[in-house]
T-cell receptor
Framework: NAGVTQTPKFQVLKTGQSMTLQCAQDMNHEYMSWYRQDPGMGLRLIHY???????DQGEVPNGYNVSRSTTEDFPLRLLSAAPSQTSVYFC????????????FGPGTRLTVT | GENVEQHPSTLSVQEGDSAVIKCTYSDSASNYFPWYKQELGKRPQLIIDIRSNVGEKKDQRIAVTLNKTAKHFSLHITETQPEDSAVYFC????????FGTGTSLTVIP
């Protein structure tokens, strides 16, 4: 099993550009989520999904879109990048049947200039 | 929504001493409380977790305690070693996960 994979590892964007961060898992997990990690602020939930076709907002959803067309994939779209979105982004997945352990991807370091 | 507070933000201990990190939560519906260790530049890794129907759980040098009435839970690391140096995060799960702001633990050889 590859677990949770994320691409790209690093990305530099100019203000106003758009891009998609990719996340995939091969563990057949229903629950997938995106977090951003900023210094001194822990991990903050952006969006999450409890299954294909179902998404919901987390704590900091503004400026981001998600979709979940398959169980495996959960891409995060930045519509118009802003310097405030400079951060490290982690994707995670888990089961929803009582085994809640989250598995994290390796992260994407995004810089917006 | 849930609010998870974590203390202290930094902690230094001598090798061999114990370290304790404390978290509080606000949502009584939270039923799962994991602890993660994150080394510099790496992803968070689960080190121990506890469910709301259990008061204490231990795994070798690591233990977690949960007080549902007071809505707080703690991580205890005994016989600390330099490789325990990292940032530790607590979290609480109701229908989604909420994380504490992290504790940077330094173990001094």
């Amino acid at each position: 099993n590859a677990g949770v994979t994320q691409t790209p590892k690093f990305q530099v964007l100019k203000t106003g550009q758009s891009m998609t961060l990719q996340c995939a898992q091969d563990m057949n997990h229903e629950y997938m989520s995106w977090y951003r990690q900023d210094p001194g602020m822990g991990l903050r939930l952006i969006h999450y999904s409890v299954g294909a076709g179902i998404t919901d907002q987390g704590e900091v959803p503004n400026g981001y879109n998600v979709s979940r067309s398959t169980t495996e994939d959960f891409p995060l779209r930045l519509l118009s990048a802003a310097p405030s979105q400079t951060s490290v982004y982690f994707c995670a997945s888990s089961r929803t049947d009582g085994s809640y352990e989250q598995y994290f991807g390796p992260g994407t370091r995004l810089t917006v200039t | 929504g849930e609010n998870v507070e974590q203390h202290p933000s930094t902690l230094s201990v001598q090798e061999g001493d114990s370290a304790v990190i404390k978290c509080t939560y606000s949502d009584s519906a939270s039923n799962y409380f994991p602890w993660y260790k994150q080394e510099l530049g790496k992803r968070p890794q689960l080190i121990i977790d506890i469910r709301s129907n259990v008061g204490e759980k231990k795994d070798q040098r690591i233990a977690v305690t949960l007080n549902k009435t007071a809505k707080h839970f703690s991580l205890h690391i005994t016989e600390t070693q330099p490789e325990d140096s990292a940032v530790y995060f607590c979290a609480a799960r109701a229908n989604q996960f909420y994380f504490g702001t992290g504790t940077s633990l330094t173990v001094i050889p």
